[in-house]
């Protein structure tokens, strides 16, 4: 009874909070509850813990090819690598945790194995935030299931066939099975080493390609095939995965949706015929880890058929709930798009889901983040690395790519300007919008020869759409009707029809930025006339470089660490030392900032207490942050052309709450390598032989590299204020790292 009541009790907090969810004003999702375990404890606590327990676990399938002592160690070194490669994923930002969505997963999974509770205890569940449609299942138990696939799925058997699928692996242990498989095709001996090494890959792919027709199949006959879920949604599922790399849904895309009454697009820039989608069933899959998509679904099609019942329910949870996440994780896609610089796929999506809700504002901030940035780099000369070329595109996407890379910088721009400003018309506190429209005016004066003047009062008041007129219309003109159509038509031709683009959004306020925008642009074009302004390029990536700005508090996230070996056999990252070296310095900081009287909050997730999921959240925010800014890497050149990072609208409550908008973040990385000898020198040494002897045992002993960097962001101004960076041939200490740190901490208020 009592389990019942909690049950029905959590029922009803979930339904709460799902009708809370206000799809308007949508922000993206996050962590919530408690931090699970996974998350704080230590790599190395989890691997001596799962080393250990796989030892007395049941063991994978031998391989015949190598000894069972060979064989441990390399179950061993795959828990190493992947419990450390693991924790890195799950404190990345990119998971979702005790999150609504990740409840009614876990209820879809206590369904699915209500009958080996045991085997269900082992597993636990998050939301992965990537566009990709995919799940994946590792050796600890941990099963991601990606938004991206939760929005393409058309129902929970579907879903439910799918987390099946991943327990399966786990049950076989797939996922270590697999790397054995692969080290001993690479490394064997005998007839295979004596293959080619496309042979040996070829070999590695059928490996892969049977565990996964295994869980396939052991997916639905031990496990799916025990609920009462409509079995012949397996077969749909194959759909979903044939389908996955096109958008969720397929409608024609128009550009009315950016344009006025006055002002229209030339027929040129859209395609008469789009490519049709080819989504190809049974591609060759000998280079790959899958069977195609065909032979998957031949092999599920008999197994469903051989059911003597195959109808059942669709849903069985809830399907009010499995609909209300589905619409969750499409609201989530254009977020993460344009985290990925993906703007033209996250502008359709936007665009596809604004169609059922048209005045939502989170959608229109998304279509104007999206416009910002492909205008940023059209601007720039860099619009491939924003949006895919038209002609890898199938369906109705392809329109969308189509269009935008016709369209003019200066049609780019007044697109972006316009929209931003009727967002900020809509909704005045919205300072973000606000910010990135003023940076696209500045663009449109830059990258193009219009005046403030030619979107002038006069200018936009104009309401006549610009028609061209039949030859009997045009004769009956009287002779100054026809002088003032002639110049109407010519401004068109030259551009200058565009000066009424603006009409619904012009009033002085717009004036006066307008204003504002031409003279910044006139100002930049004179510093670089004048080679005023530096290269960005060669400042922030330049040793001892910082702003003339005194920082005496700041956020310090988690230190990255990591010690690598390119040395005879010892190939790969050493995980102990990398952490070893990054608990220390995390020890070390708060005790050197309090010497140096800086006020720093440092956010590192291993110390974090479970309740702490606020802070968790801080976390992602602010990784987010710093990948997006790496990420647009091209407007790190020049000082007169920043790029406003997107997750900079979800700075301010951090501001706030920090007191503060700089940010730092270290980084260390130890290389320990074979030493490079000049030719010359051998030579040399040959030739006085009694330098030779030194020369070798010089040779003999390893190289080693530390590259150490301290930077300080202003998230505020999406640039670098303070950057530190040393390399030095030398291994990485304890006492090394500690110097850099202090010193780099030292030089932040001066």
């Given amino acids: 009874m009592r389990v019942m009541v909690r049950y029905f009790i959590l029922a009803l907090l979930l339904v709460f909070k799902l009708q809370a969810q206000d799809f308007n004003n949508y922000t993206p999702i996050v962590c919530e509850g408690k931090i699970p375990e996974d998350v704080l404890k230590l790599s ?9 327990s796989w030892k007395t676990d049941e063991k994978v399938q031998v391989n015949a090819d190598i000894s069972e002592k060979k064989q441990s160690k390399l179950e061993d070194d795959f828990i190493l690598k992947s419990t450390f490669n693991i924790d890195r994923l799950l404190k990345s930002g990119k998971i979702v945790f005790e999150h609504p969505m990740c409840t009614y997963i876990n209820k879809i999974a206590d369904y699915l194995l209500e009958n080996e509770p045991e085997l269900r205890k082992k597993l636990s569940f998050y939301v992965l935030k990537s566009s990709f449609v995919n799940a994946f299942s590792t ?47 690479v490394h064997s001996s005998n007839d295979i080493r004596n293959s080619s090494f496309l042979d040996k890959l070829h070999l590695y792919f059928n490996y892969s390609k049977e565990n996964e027709s295994e869980a396939d199949s052991i997916g639905f006959n031990e496990i799916f095939i025990k609920s009462a879920y409509d079995f012949s949604q397996v077969n749909k599922v194959f759909d979903v995965l044939l389908y ?34 080819a989504a190809v069933e049974d591609y060759d899959d000998s280079e790959s880890t899958h069977p195609n998509i065909k032979k998957r679904r031949a092999s599920m099609y008999n197994q469903v058929n051989s059911m003597k019942e195959t109808r059942g329910e669709k849903f069985i949870v809830s399907e009010d709930d499995f609909n209300k996440f ?63 070329v038209f002609s890898e595109v199938e369906g109705e996407e392809q329109q969308v790519n189509y269009f935008f890379d016709k369209v003019t910088k200066m049609e780019l721009n007044i697109m972006s300007v316009r929209w931003l400003k009727k967002i900020t018309m809509d909704n005045p506190s919205d300072e973000f919008s606000k910010k990135m429209m003023k940076n696209s005016m500045v663009d449109l004066f830059l990258y193009s020869e219009y005046l403030p003047s030619d979107f002038d009062r006069a200018s936009a008041d104009t309401s006549e759409s610009m028609v061209l007129l039949a030859d009997s219309v045009y004769e009956k003109l009287s002779k100054y009707e026809k002088i003032e159509y002639k110049k109407k038509i010519n401004a068109k031709a030259s551009g200058k ?20 925008a031409f003279k ?37 996230i988690e230190p990255t660490v990591i010690q690598y070996r390119t040395y005879k056999d010892e190939v790969g990252e050493r995980y102990f030392a990398s952490e070893e070296r990054q608990r220390d310095l995390i ?62 609208k979800f700075m301010s409550e951090l501001q706030k709450k920090y007191d503060t908008k700089y940010v730092a973040w270290v980084g260390a990385f130890s290389e320990r390598r074979k030493r490079e000898v000049d030719q010359s020198v051998v030579s040399c040494s040959i030739l006085l032989f009694p330098t030779l002897p030194i020369l070798m045992t010089y040779m003999m002993i390893p190289a080693n590299f530390t590259y150490y960097v301290f930077m300080v962001f202003d998230v505020e101004k999406s640039e670098i204020c303070m950057i530190d960076a040393r390399v030095v041939k030398a291994d990485l200490k304890t006492d090394v790292l500690r110097s850099f740190i202090y010193d780099s901490l030292n030089k932040l208020n001066k």
Wanted: glycine share 2%; charged share 30%.
């Fill in 139 to 185: 050796h600890q138990g941990i099963i991601f299931i990606s938004l991206g696939l939760i929005a393409q799925v058309e129902n929970e058997a579907q879903l439910a066939f799918v987390i099946a699928h991943e327990i399966a692996h786990y049950k076989k242990k797939h996922v270590i099975s697999s790397y054995v498989d692969k080290q001993v095709i």
């Fill in 587 to 648: 020890a070390q900081i708060p005790t050197y900032c309090s010497k140096l009287n800086i006020q720093a909050n440092l956010l590192d997730i291993k110390s974090f207490k479970e309740s702490d999921v606020k802070s968790f959240n801080d976390y992602v925010i602010l990784s987010s942050w710093f990948s997006e800014f790496f990420l647009h890497d091209e407007f790190n050149e020049k000082e007169n052309n920043n790029y406003i990072c997107y997750n900079t």
């Fill in 244 to 277: 996955s790399y096109l958008p969720f849904d397929e409608i024609k895309f128009n550009t009315d949706l950016f344009e006025t009454k006055q002002i229209s697009f030339p027929e040129e820039y859209l395609l008469k015929e789009l490519s049709e989608i």
């Fill in 326 to 388: 589905r619409k969750i994780a499409r609201f989530e896609l254009p977020h993460i798009y344009i985290n990925e610089r993906k703007f033209s796929r996250a502008l359709y999506t936007s665009y596809l889901l604004l169609r059922n809700d048209p005045q939502n504002a989170y959608l229109k901030n998304c279509i104007g983040t999206s416009l910002y940035g492909l205008s940023k780099y059209k601007n720039i000369g860099e619009f491939a690395n924003a949006c895919r």
């Fill in 44 to 52: 190395s606590e989890k691997y001596f813990s799962q080393s250990a």
């Fill in 520 to 556: 910044d642009a006139e100002k930049i074009k004179e510093e670089e006339k004048n080679n005023k302004s530096y290269s960005k390029r060669n400042s922030w990536r330049q040793f001892n470089f910082k702003r003339k700005v005194k920082i005496d508090k700041l956020v310090i």
């Fill in 497 to 516: 029809s565009y000066s009424n683009y603006f009409a619904d959004v012009y009033d002085d306020t717009f004036k006066a930025e307008m204003d504002e």
